[in-house]
């Protein structure tokens, strides 16, 4: 199964920006619709942000829209989540994974099943 390595997280003050990344290696993850998702301590892992392999759709839950921004580096073959504006509820383990499509949209929350879970990225927001 296709697998990424999270990195970048942290602890950072609420209103403070923190980006994480997921890198592959021996696949190209342009190949791929790729999401975010986070699991905060006592919850259910969700979704927060996906984008298409061609970019053509990016999408993000209702609760980090306008304070986050995902993205891709094809040269590096990464994708990141920069996260502004942070709060205290942003805080958990953040997850990068390939996501399923549905008419041409990357769809929120719906990991596919060729992929694995990594170890994920911990964020930390707290004063």
């Known amino acids: 199964q296709l697998q990424v390595v999270e990195s970048g997280g942290g602890l950072v003050q609420p209103g403070g920006s923190l980006r994480v990344s997921c890198a592959a290696s021996?696949?190209?993850?342009?190949?791929?619709?790729i999401g975010w998702f986070r699991q905060a301590p006592g919850k259910e892992r969700e979704g927060v942000s996906c984008?298409?392999?061609?970019?053509?759709?990016?999408d993000y839950a209702d609760s980090v829209k306008g304070r986050f921004t995902i993205s891709r580096d094809t040269v590096e073959n990464v994708v990141y989540l920069q996260m502004n504006s942070l709060k205290t509820e942003d805080t958990g383990i953040y997850y990068c994974?390939?996501?399923?499509?549905?008419?041409?949209?990357?769809?929120?929350?719906?990991?596919?099943?060729?992929?694995?879970w990594g170890q994920g990225t911990q964020v930390t927001v707290s004063s």
């Open positions: 021996g696949f190209t993850l342009d190949s791929y619709a």
């Open positions: 994974i390939g996501v399923r499509k549905a008419y041409g949209r990357c769809l929120l929350g719906a990991p596919h099943d060729d992929w694995s």
């Open positions: 984008i298409n392999e061609n970019l053509n759709y990016i």
